[in-house]
């Protein structure tokens, strides 16, 4: 059975479909904002008029009649103009993603690994997941526990223990798949202080780590040890009590057990609060609400029997001789039983500072490496690209799923315009396909392929205001300073200005040109000159929005053709993982090798 959602020859249709529509619009994408007055970019661009634009986006799919004129997605095939935005605007739609069709569902690809896994059960959670809003922050806490259930079925369906988090930054991904599904997991990223804080959050929860492992056995539905069946038993007896009206009454010593076991459990908390968020431990110090935090804690979300009992905490002048020597003798003793991979730390994972590139030895790095699930969320510019070049080279890698982000930061081979690759080995395009016919975006049009499409359809907006400010600067660098001036990064200027014209008075200054030549009111007189054309760059602005998903499908259409050129890559998917209002990159190329499926 063929379990690929999307044939080879199909998606190289749908691959050629999507470059014709950019080759017809990819100007607009590739238009640089600081641009757009100085080159009068909406008149180069458009036959219509800004309100056009603005009310066809609202509401194009009310829109009736044809243009009069000839276009091709909605471009006069004469004056190469945009004649009919409605057009432009479903033949976007049309091109995006979800519009081709070229998308496995979530659901689908989770029972298609179970297949592959050769087990037909429900796998999905019994409700007992870790509650990872109590450490991250809401983003995190959606795309964490998803791409986590995705890998740990990616490591069943291979049979492997061992996930490699490239560009694994504050570990979060790393925390939830080793404590929920009980995999070692090692976490790379180039970044010191990201893996300096991770190592301080690892020696955090390596005080509870069994309490850890136990949870992730406990609450991971395809592991039945000695211990849940007994647990079960006890289950199925209280409530049989339960059923004959038999409720037992706890002893007070019981009672007071318990309490003592609560307070521990608050305590717990306290110590571990500088690894989580600044906004949950603002929450957990409020002392009106602290009965509420410890009903929906991370902690609590262990079972009570296995919470780690904390010690008092007394000052160390205050301890007799014989006290320091006593836990002086058990911290080494600890400390020589975790250097020996001690069985109760080794599912917490272990960070590695490291600059990762296609040709990097995994085993330098991972001496314990055995087979492994390859991963990445959100993986910055070329990191993408050199994870799936990884798993492609490198047999110890059975499976990938990479989320790419920053798709600014890609090398292209073919654009003249862009820098050239040290390595030699181009971010994109990736696969033999496009590289034959030598297709590149642009930077430009990469930039805009990062805009939040389905945030600014619902009212999330743009900074309008930061890029107006931007581009009626450079018309005045223009008009009175050196051209070359103007192309240097005004950086973040915006925030810190109070007015335009303070805004302008610190660009200059950060670019180290003479501010005294203009006035104050000459330069508000450019401010007023171009404030009655700003929703002219509102409404360009807004067709590059409705560019962005074509632009980023390209880019992940020629992932997903890489897999499937690869002799040793049995499936190849791309799917949405996450919703893309909360996180707007949101799928993920998924990859698994093996011998062919049957």
């Known amino acids: 059975m063929d379990f690929n959602n999307i044939s080879f020859d199909s998606l190289k249709k749908k691959i050629d479909e999507v470059r014709r529509f950019l080759s017809v ?13 100085t080159r009068d970019v909406w008149r180069a661009f458009m036959a219509v008029t800004p309100e056009e ?13 044809a243009p009069e004129v000839s276009t091709s997605f909605g471009f006069c095939d004469v004056s190469k103009k945009l004649a009919d935005v409605s057009a432009l605007l479903r033949a976007a739609e049309a091109h995006s993603l979800p519009g081709l069709g ?9 029972d298609t690994l179970r297949v592959m896994d050769g087990d037909t059960q429900d796998r999905m959670s019994d409700g007992s997941l870790l509650l990872p809003d109590e450490f991250m922050n809401s983003k995190k806490a959606h795309e964490v526990p998803a791409m986590a259930e995705l890998v740990a079925a990616l490591s069943r369906c291979c049979k492997v223990k061992q996930v490699i988090d490239v560009g694994s930054g504050k570990g979060y991904l790393c925390s939830f798949l080793s404590m929920q599904y009980s995999l070692q997991v090692f976490g790379i990223d180039c970044s010191s202080t990201n893996t300096r804080g991770a190592h301080e959050r690892n020696r955090k929860l390596k005080k509870f780590s069994k309490a850890y492992q136990k949870h992730g056995v406990k609450n991971n539905p395809y592991i039945e040890t000695k211990e849940t069946i007994d647990r079960k038993k006890i289950d199925d007896e209280q409530e049989t009590r339960t059923q004959f009206h038999h409720t037992p009454r706890l002893s007070q010593k019981q009672e007071e057990h318990v309490t003592d076991r609560n307070n521990d459990v608050a305590e717990v908390q306290c110590c571990s609060s500088p690894g989580l968020d600044k906004d949950a431990f603002s929450a957990q110090s409020e002392s009106d609400s602290i009965h509420a935090d410890l009903e929906n804690s991370f902690f ?16 160390p002048s205050q301890l007799s001789a014989e006290e320091r020597e006593r836990r002086k003798r058990e911290n080494l003793e600890r400390k020589a039983r975790n250097g020996k991979g001690n069985s109760d730390t080794k599912n917490l994972y272990l960070p590695v500072t490291s600059y990762v590139t296609a040709e990097t030895e995994l085993r330098t790095l991972i001496t314990e490496l055995e087979d492994a699930v390859m991963v990445g969320l959100h993986t910055c510019g070329d990191l993408a690209p050199s994870t799936l070049r990884m798993f492609k080279d490198k047999q110890e890698l059975r499976a990938v799923c990479s989320v790419g982000c920053c798709y600014h930061l890609l090398s292209e081979e073919f654009n ?9 080995v181009y971010g994109f395009p990736m696969s033999q396909y496009l590289r034959e016919q030598a297709c590149f975006c642009g930077r430009n049009a990469r930039m805009s392929a990062c805009l939040a499409f389905e945030r600014v359809s619902v009212g999330g907006g743009l900074p309008m205001e930061s890029l107006f400010y931007r581009a009626v600067l450079h018309v005045i660098l223009q008009d009175h300073y050196d051209s070359h001036k103007s192309e240097k990064r005004v950086g973040n200027v915006y925030s810190k200005a109070s007015s335009f014209v303070d805004y302008v008075r610190r660009a200059l200054r950060k670019l180290e040109l003479d501010d005294s030549k203009l006035s104050d009111s000459e330069i508000q007189r450019y401010h007023d000159l171009y404030i009655s054309r700003m929703n002219e760059m509102v ?3 807004m067709l590059k929005v409705t560019l962005a998903p074509c632009i980023e499908g390209l880019i992940l259409l020629d992932r997903l053709c890489y897999l499937k050129e690869q002799e040793n890559v049995s499936y190849s998917a791309l799917v949405q993982l996450f919703n893309p209002l909360l996180s707007p990159r949101c799928y993920a190329i998924v990859g698994i090798k093996g011998p062919g499926i049957l």
């Not at 619009?25 to 007055?37: E, K, M, S, W």
């Not at 609202?58 to 009736?64: A, F, K, L, Q």
């Not at 070229?102 to 989770?110: A, N």
């Not at 609590?300 to 000052?315: C, F, G, H, K, N």
């Open 25 to 37: 619009t990819l100007r607009i994408a590739n238009a640089h904002t600081v641009d757009f007055y």
């Open 53 to 65: 634009v603005l009310t066809a986006v609202d509401s194009y799919r009310d829109r009736t009649g």
């Open 102 to 110: 070229v998308c496995v569902q979530r659901e689908t690809l989770m």
């Open 300 to 315: 609590t979300a262990l079972a009570p029997d296995i919470v780690e009992q904390a010690s008092p905490r007394v000052p």
């Open 416 to 424: 003249e315009d862009a820098q050239e690759c040290e390595s030699g």
């Open 539 to 541: 409404a360009f602005n």
